[in-house]
């Protein structure tokens, strides 16, 4: 048999061919090569699975809070947002002049659109936290602009009661 490729070499240790093995005792130079073999792979076996740095897991820790902090501060602001749309929404319909309450009712449903953006934007960075409070955000939203459009309803037929 001649000397065969690396490969060769490799792979028939690993099946324990006899035709190799034979081969073996008459090549110093093959042999010498399968002891290597043999040696790197006891070495392999003996080796752990390497911890990560003690610094890594504290970076990771640091960046989780961090994000939750995030996450907490944004959810406080589409709460106040929504808030205050709210407020805006129930100071119109209280209000006595039909004109005030629409022109505030177009300011408020502006403030909203430029919120809900604001809100997306920031939910598109931060979309693997705030995906949770996708739907509560839809929702609310929805409850606003039909709050809104019943109102804007209803001030609309209260004006034309006034002017007719």
Not at 6 to 18: I, M, P, Q, S, V
Not at 39 to 67: F, K, Q, Y
């Amino acid at each position: 048999m001649t000397c065969p490729d690396r490969y060769t070499l490799f792979a028939g240790l690993e099946e324990a061919d006899t035709a190799l093995a034979a081969h073996l005792e008459q090549c110093p130079s093959c042999r010498a090569a399968a002891s290597a073999e043999r040696a790197l792979d006891g070495a392999l076996d003996h080796l752990r699975d390497p911890a990560p740095p003690a610094e890594l897991l504290l970076a990771v820790m640091r960046r989780v809070d961090e994000a939750a902090a995030h996450a907490q501060r944004a959810r406080r602001q589409t709460l106040w947002v929504l808030a205050m749309a709210t407020a805006v929404v129930v100071a119109a319909f209280l209000s006595s002049d039909p004109k005030h309450a629409v022109h505030s009712l177009l300011e408020t449903l502006g403030s909203v659109s430029a919120a809900r953006i604001a809100v997306v934007s920031l939910g598109r960075t931060l979309a693997p936290l705030l995906s949770k409070l996708a739907i509560p955000m839809i929702a609310a939203q929805a409850l606003l602009l039909l709050g809104a459009a019943l109102l804007f309803n209803r001030l609309l037929a209260t004006g034309a009661r006034s002017q007719g």
